[in-house]
């Protein structure tokens, strides 16, 4: 491949790939993000090239055949898309794939068994883009994954690939400085900065050299869109920050990658290869004057190594620990050089805004938070995975429409939102839009987008002492709050859940929330107090029985609840007695069980097991 | 060196910009507690959290660790408001709870009204003994010294310099930096008859050839020697009879 060195040639080449591309071929894409390739994807991309051979047909005559990003419905994968009829197959096994070539690629049948049901309403739907799961996404930031091969820069730019990148070279850097701003992009990484004022303030410190930096440490647990963009649109990644590098007059850029995810990296790497050899990356870019390269470099592995302080350090090949950030990176950053750090999804954000401009972007969201934003959606809910929406919609519409409502029918309690150092919003919130200054105002924040559903049988106090208990462990010891308040905050939370809860113990531990929150070094520890304020504001109650009451009423916590049979419901089915790891169940056949408390260490398989709900836990 | 008028509680007074807030306000007679900062070592402090000021500037205010608050024009810094004392008095009684047994934090401490903290205090394989985790002595050993002897090891509580592997370190030359470093005097440094511990080492003491007392390492003086170039007959005598 000779290097692209004008615009002109860049367009003659899309037109070449364009043409090449046989429209309408009946085509199958497989998804090879992280999810579907871990429950099986590899064996049937196999089966189907397999298959499509033994059919004598061709591929790329006959028939398409791809392999892509993550849909973000991993749960149900391996996923498989037939194209031009946009029908999804869900958990599909190689044993299927003959079926599937014959009836629905060679032919045009629905095989029913592979379609998405409605657990609601029984019905099946074929169609992606009529999933609940697909039907509400407004997908901006994950608007090529899925359809491109992350492997083909062809792909990519059948999709309007590096055009950004060829527009903002015909602007002036500052005015994509002002376009970046006009769109109201805010960062994607947690805090929800101005993305443009963060560029501005860099491109206005003098210096003779300047970084660019993507944050892809994504080290909250559950959160995975980060990676399926690096993994499924590499270059989206790579033009954002080409585009950035030239608005604020880096010469370098670094990607951070974290360490787990070694298909990002593979994939960054091919493409950054790909990106080189075009042009799009190196001396003369598009034969501009402004040149441009990106290194990757893989994370330290611990959580606060995402924080900015820590990942620069950490990109010095020092010790990825904070500093304090009084003097700000876009000032003194990488080697202590005016530094812009922006997150994946931000940098995925900028090519669209510069190709479709600012006021299209700044059409989606809400007064004070513009565009989309991709959530993980976990947790008791339907429907599973990564969603992409534009800001402001409600927690309601998120659970409901998208996620299907609550599993097994169950009450919707709250959502926890923004990682382990975000906080809890009550059901009684849930009308409340998801943006950034709502969430935060509403106690919790946005952090990177996680979003965890929690029916009426979870413990908010259980759930506390769980992110606070895991930001113990990730507190990296270099200040006092953080480090030794942290774990006096999970002593507490674990005395109220174990029954020695004490009458002031909130009050001790809003305390700790307030001494955490003004005198923490970093962000790890000044937002730790989330998940306990949160909690208290809308759970107090809650901390409450668990004091005064000696009671759980989600009924949880081991030692403040009892397991019991009810007489009247009992059938003598004596299923519990079996099942009983403790064999501490006794009754006759057909008679009325009964649970030696003393033994039951009330792992609740009996409850789980009843066929009759005749089991109490109070 | 830009001389600029900041205010610190309510005071005018001259400071370099740039300069730590602490340094500032040490330089007009103010105190405020710190334990993490050595002024000779630009990357100390921000630690401990002892030494939390309230800084207001561009109209906004904030909790901020004056040791390595940069200032700037248009500072204004209150060293004692009720939330500072509030809040400092919240990190001492944590600072507390990790080193019981340490002399300074206790009295520090007990300044603020706390005489035994309301949390558990670590103890058994949590016990560091005096040591907050400063790094103030892997900074000096590192950036002073020059023989990155020691570094800081593990997270979290756990968070304690070491040697590496906690193995006799072959690059330690005894020369105590780190002991006289540490705020708490956490660091253990024995001299007993010509022969210094530390670190689990012992080194042999170099005499002074005037008063014959002992006084240096002789690792020390061989470092010195190969790194500065310096005369090794310098060593003879100790500083007080050069
Ligand atoms: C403990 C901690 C962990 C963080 N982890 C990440 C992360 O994994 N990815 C990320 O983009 N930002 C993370 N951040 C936020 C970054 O510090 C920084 O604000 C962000 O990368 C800036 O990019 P943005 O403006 O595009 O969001 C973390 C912050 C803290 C305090
Ligand atoms: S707040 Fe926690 S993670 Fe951040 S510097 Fe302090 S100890 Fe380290
Ligand atoms: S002296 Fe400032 S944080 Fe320790």
Known sequence: MKAITSFEQLEGYRERVKAAQKKDLPSVLICFGTGCQANGAVAVAEAFREEIERKGLKVDVNVGFKTTGCHGYCENGPLVVLRPKDVLYLKVKPKDVPEIVEKSLVGSEIIEKLVYKDVNTGESVAQYHEIPFYKYQKRIALRNIGNVDPRSIDDYLLCDGYKGLARALTMRPEDIVSEVEKSGLRGRGGGGFPTGTKWRSCRAVDSDVRYVMCNGDEGDPGAFMDRSIMEGDPHSVIEGMIIGGYAVGAKQGYIYVRDEYPLAVKNLQAALADARAMGFLGENILGSDFSFDIRISRGGGAFVCGESSALMRSLEGKVGEPRAKYIRSVEK????????????????????????????????????????????????????????????????????KIGGGVLNGKKFKAVQTGGPSGGCIPDSEADLPVDFDSLTQAGSMMGSGGIIVMDENTCMVDVAKYFIGFLVEESCGKCTPCRDGLPRMHRILSDITEGRGREEDIET???????????A??????????PVLSTVRYFRDEYEAHIRDGKCPAGVCKSLITYSIDAAACTGCTLCAKKCPQQCITGERKGAHVIDASACIKCGVCKDVCNFDAVRVE | MEKITIIIDGKQVEAVKDQPVLMAARENGIDIPALCHHPELESSGGSCRVCLVEAVQGGRSRIVTSCNYPVRAGLEVNTSTDQVMKIRKGVLELLLCRVPDSEVVRGLASKYGIDEPRFFKDEGENNRYKCIACSLCTQVCEDVVGVSAISMQNRGVE????????????????????????????????????????????????????????????????????????DRAFFDKCPDHR
């Open chain 1, 333 to 400: 950053g990488l080697y202590d050089k005016p530094s812009v750090l922006n997150n994946v999804e931000t940098w995925n954000n900028i090519p669209v805004i510069i190709r479709n401009g600012a006021d299209w972007y700044a059409s989606f969201g809400t007064r004070g938070s513009k565009g989309t934003k991709v959530f993980s959606l976990v947790g008791k809910v339907n429907n599973t995975g990564l969603v992409e929406v534009p800001m402001g919609i409600s927690i309601r519409e998120l659970v409901e």
């Open chain 1, 509 to 519: 531990l809003t305390e700790l929330c307030d001494v955490l929150t003004c005198a």
């Open chain 1, 521 to 530: 070094l970093c962000g790890l520890g000044s937002s730790a107090a989330n």
């Open chain 2, 159 to 230: 968070k304690a310099p070491g040697t590496p592997f906690h193995k006799d370190s072959q690059a330690c030359i005894g020369c105590g930096a780190c002991a006289y470093a540490c705020p708490t005097g956490a660091i253990s440094m024995k001299d007993s008859k010509g022969v210094r511990t530390i670190w689990g080492r012992k080194f042999k003491m170099a005499a002074c050839s005037v008063c014959g007392k002992p006084y240096i390492p002789q690792a020390q003086v061989d470092w010195i020697v190969k790194t500065t170039g310096k």
